[in-house]
T-cell receptor, first 112, second 112 residues
Framework: AQSVTQPDIHITVSEGASLELRCNYSYGATPYLFWYVQSPGQGLQLLLKYFSGDTLVQGIKGFEAEFKRSQSSFNLRKPSVHWSDAAEYFC??????????FGTGTRLQVTL | NAGVTQTPKFRILKIGQSMTLQCTQDMNHNYMYWYRQDPGMGLKLIYYSVGAGITDKGEVPNGYNVSRSTTEDFPLRLELAAPSQTSVYFCAIKTGPTGELFFGEGSRLTVL
């Protein structure tokens, strides 16, 4: 069965600093990988996805992620964080019937 | 989150009561999902459906039931509510061939 690990429960960065959120997955075949963001009291919004091709994928809000098969990783990055990026971020891998398995999330706090 | 409507948004139940969480989509997609979200646990799949008349269990189905009589509706029923079912419930639809899900805004349920 597939699994996703997000090793960082909580991360604090200063506004304007760069960000990297870690995600490791376990899946037998070529994975379909996703990053979602959740603001407090809201649903989940898709940031970006990887399913094939270029291992560096671009998403919304200036986020990008790099798929590294050798490391089973799909880390999310942003060059310069804005205060509005404070939220919880979830990495997920798709299994059969597109059932997503989520990591436990990383809460991002942005200091001004 | 236009396209997926969940009702109610908030509900308090007493132990042993039953209720149905409603999920309706107007995007004519076949695949629908119910997840629950608990703090620090990410999202766990309860049930899913690949089309009208077809449902299957996810990771945490105990204490829940679903039906899918139409493409639009995918209600989740809680029988004999227990405090362990206190959670935020999200309904989602699969919107693309690469498995990305579109989520509703969630239903917050408290069982006392």
């Amino acid at each position: 069965a597939q699994s996703v690990t997000q090793p960082d429960i909580h991360i604090t960065v200063s506004e304007g600093a760069s960000l990297e959120l870690r995600c490791n997955y376990s899946y037998g075949a070529t994975p379909y990988l996703f990053w979602y963001v959740q603001s407090p009291g809201q649903g989940l919004q898709l940031l970006l996805k990887y399913f094939s091709g270029d291992t560096l994928v671009q998403g919304i809000k200036g986020f990008e992620a790099e798929f590294k098969r050798s490391q089973s990783s799909f880390n999310l990055r942003k060059p310069s964080v804005h205060w509005s990026d404070a939220a919880e971020y979830f990495c997920a891998v798709a299994g059969t019937a597109s059932k997503l398995t989520f990591g436990t999330g990383t809460r991002l706090q942005v200091t001004l | 989150n236009a396209g997926v409507t969940q009702t109610p948004k908030f509900r308090i139940l007493k132990i042993g009561q039953s209720m149905t969480l409603q999920c309706t989509q107007d995007m004519n997609h076949n695949y629908m999902y119910w997840y629950r979200q608990d703090p620090g646990m990410g999202l766990k799949l309860i049930y899913y459906s690949v089309g009208a008349g077809i449902t299957d269990k996810g990771e945490v189905p105990n204490g829940y039931n679903v039906s899918r009589s139409t493409t639009e509706d995918f209600p989740l029923r809680l029988e004999l509510a227990a405090p362990s079912q206190t959670s935020v419930y999200f309904c989602a639809i699969k919107t693309g061939p690469t498995g990305e899900l579109f989520f509703g805004e969630g239903s917050r349920l408290t069982v006392l």
